[in-house]
């Protein structure tokens, strides 16, 4: 999907670790159809991955973000574009939310690290 492509460059144009995607389509409860998930090593790194997931995908696809929330204290950062919603974590929270796992049955694909 060409809006998940730009995301997953947006989130390696700023150093994201361990970026995966969920392919959730075949679900039949799903909040969304993809999730793509992130993490940076601090709340500077969250906030400046996600902000260049919103610069990034507008500046490409012309699309802007449904929702952004989380930008207070940059634990968990979440953009939402109606059919892909992206986590930007910071490892300790991605741990203890462990997204991929409440979402197993999606089809999951780790991305390599640059």
């Known amino acids: 999907m060409k809006l998940t492509d730009k ?7 700023k150093k ?3 970026i995966t995607v969920i392919d959730m389509r075949k679900l039949d409860v799903k909040p969304c159809d993809w999730f ?3 993490e940076g090593g601090s ?3 969250v906030t400046a991955i996600a902000d260049e997931v919103e610069d990034y995908v507008r500046k490409e696809l012309k699309e802007k973000p449904l929702a952004y929330v989380g930008r207070d204290n940059a ?15 910071q490892r300790e929270a991605r741990e203890f939310y462990d997204i991929e796992s409440l979402w197993a049955d999606g089809k999951q694909t780790m991305i390599d690290n640059n």
């Not at 995301?7 to 144009?13: L, R």
């Open 7 to 13: 995301i997953v460059e947006a989130i390696q144009n």
């Open 16 to 18: 994201g670790q361990n």
């Open 36 to 38: 793509v998930i992130a």
């Open 43 to 45: 709340n500077v790194q």
């Open 75 to 89: 634990q968990w950062i979440a953009v939402d574009y109606g059919d892909v919603i992206v986590h930007i974590f």
